[in-house]
Each structure stands twice: as structure tokens, then as C-alpha cells.
Nanobody, 119 residues
Framework: QAQLVESGGGLVQPGGSLRLSCAAS????????MGWYRQAPGNQRELVAI???????NYADSVKGRFTISRDNAKNTVFLQMNSLKSEDTAVYYC?????????????WGQGTQVTVSS
């Protein structure tokens, strides 16, 4: 089994920045796509950004130009740098990864970290 543990959430004022981290641990042979999703109260979980094993990225239109996803393959970690934060970015942010474990690819989720943008 593998586990994903997020960190870096918190309270920030509009226009501020936060950096989220998500580290994968456990029995890992390889990691393919890694991504960040978010879910605000009353809304469905939505994709924020995703990065492939080769480094290709894709972003939701609402965060393009403000958020940057990156990864450190040596440390099995994915990051989300969030700049120019808006109140509508307030949500629980979840890390997601496709991990090869015992010859089986499986999607794993972190426990979520709260991001609150408010003055």
C-alpha cells in the first residue's frame, strides 16, 4: 500500500500565496500522474492541476497564470504554488496520484488540507 500526506494549507488574505506539498510513501514502484483537486462546500470535487511523470502539466482555467504545479520525483512529492489567491479558491485541497504497487496501478488520495482565503 501507499499513502499520500498533504501539508501547507491555512488561512491567507486575498492576493496572498500558499504552497501545498504532498508526499507519497509506502510500497511504490513508480508514480505516473500526480495532481491536485479541490472541493468547496456544496460543490463537487474539481481538478485544479495535474502533472505527468514526464512533467507535462494541465490546469483548470480558473487557476491558469496563478497556480503552478511541480514535482520532485526523487522524493515522490508534488507541489502546488498558489499565488494571487482569491476568495473563490477557498476549499479543501486533495492530492491525487497514480501509483504502481505490486504490479497494479491504483489511484490514491490524500486526506485533504483546508485553504481559506479571507480578509
Amino acid at each position: 500500500q501507499a499513502q499520500l500526506v498533504e501539508s501547507g494549507g491555512g488561512l491567507v488574505q486575498p492576493g496572498g500565496s500558499l504552497r501545498l506539498s504532498c508526499a507519497a510513501s509506502g510500497s511504490i514502484s513508480s508514480i505516473n500522474n500526480m495532481g491536485w483537486y479541490r472541493q468547496a462546500p456544496g460543490n463537487q470535487r474539481e481538478l485544479v492541476a495535474i502533472i505527468s511523470g514526464s512533467g507535462s502539466t494541465n490546469y483548470a482555467d480558473s487557476v491558469k497564470g496563478r497556480f503552478t504545479i511541480s514535482r520532485d520525483n526523487a522524493k515522490n512529492t508534488v507541489f502546488l504554488q498558489m499565488n494571487s489567491l482569491k476568495s473563490e479558491d477557498t476549499a479543501v485541497y486533495y492530492c491525487n496520484a497514480n501509483i504502481l504497487n505490486n504490479w497494479i496501478w491504483k489511484t490514491y488520495w490524500g486526506q485533504g488540507t483546508q485553504v481559506t482565503v479571507s480578509s
